[in-house]
């Protein structure tokens, strides 16, 4: 299990997300404000593209960058966050305003232990192979992600953005006559974690592989291996079995943060049961000030 930390600070949560990848922060009285406020404190937050296509809605004040998590009610399999595009995150920041009386678990598995779980021969064939997603996104998205409807600014935007994670993964980008915004991102099945450098598995082949439905937005994702081959169904379950025996619940609380590395640390959620849940999400790129002295 992760650490809970009562009434922690910034800097005991990026010490847990340096050495855990994730950390629970237990506060019953806590407020939409005071989590926007703690986050502030090491976070810069971005806009979530899916509010502009419905799959989320906005929460919290004006400029907060808050959305719902996605607004199914079906369990979702670990992934991590954004991992097909330049603006994935460096912190998933969730938050409990109403806790479920039952069911609705966030589910947390630390890649670098499934890493080092997988059979041999698949563990070296993953870590030679590299995962291609081609996502293809209207203006709606792309406009929100990258701050302008202007294909010549995102595309700037977007090398900055990439400038993170080069050498391990690339972008190749084209706008369209309709002003799309077709992308393919290749970046390896396994590859360093923000704070140490230690392989980790994360990715979102999971979350690809099974999730459909009105608030997923697969119709826009096409992901194979580096040679154009889908993904097969034997490599996908074995990735699964290793997975399950990792991944734990994390029960909600009200005023609950839970804080997860991205680079590190896949999640998803068991299926909600109660209709009464809410939980929100902040996504963010760390500041570097205050990263340099954990």
């Given amino acids: 299990m992760f650490p809970i930390i009562t009434h922690g600070s910034s800097e005991d949560a990026l010490k847990a997300l340096r050495d855990n990848g994730a950390a629970i922060l237990r506060d019953p009285d806590r407020t939409i404000d005071e ?3 703690f986050t502030d404190e090491f976070v810069d937050a971005d806009p979530y593209h899916s509010v502009a296509t419905g799959e989320r809605d906005t929460a919290g004040a004006e400029g907060t960058n808050i959305a719902t ?7 979702m399999a670990l992934h991590r966050e954004s991992s097909f595009l330049p603006t994935q ?7 409990c305003e109403r806790a479920p009386g039952r069911g609705g678990e966030t589910t947390v598995c630390d890649g670098v232990k499934l890493r080092a779980a997988l059979p041999e021969e698949l563990r070296t064939f993953l870590e030679h192979e590299v995962l291609v997603w081609r996502f293809v996104m209207p203006v709606e998205r792309w406009s929100v ?11 700037q935007r977007i090398k900055e953005l990439m400038d993170r994670f080069a050498p391990t993964a690339t972008y190749d980008f084209a706008f369209t006559d309709d002003n799309e915004l077709d992308g393919t991102y290749r970046a390896p099945f396994v590859s360093p974690t923000f704070w140490n450098g230690v392989p980790a598995f994360s990715n979102s082949l999971l979350y690809w592989y099974h ?16 040679n ?4 097969s169904a034997d490599v996908v379950e074995a990735i699964e079995e290793c997975a399950e025996k990792l991944t734990v619940g994390m029960d909600w609380q009200r005023g609950d943060i839970v804080l997860l590395d991205n680079s590190r640390v896949m999640h998803g959620r068991r299926a909600i049961v109660d209709s009464q849940r809410r939980i929100l999400v902040r996504l963010g790129r ?6 340099s002295s954990v």
């Fill in 228 to 231: 154009g081959d889908r993904i």
């Fill in 69 to 75: 998590v996605n607004k199914g009610v079906g369990a």
């Fill in 211 to 226: 999730n459909q439905g009105p608030f997923i937005a697969k119709r826009l994702h096409h992901v194979t291996l580096s």
């Fill in 145 to 155: 992600i990258y701050g302008t409807d202007r294909p010549e600014q995102a595309a």
């Fill in 286 to 291: 760390y500041r570097p000030e205050t990263t």
């Fill in 35 to 37: 989590f926007v406020s």
């Fill in 89 to 95: 995150p460096d912190v998933v920041a969730l938050f």
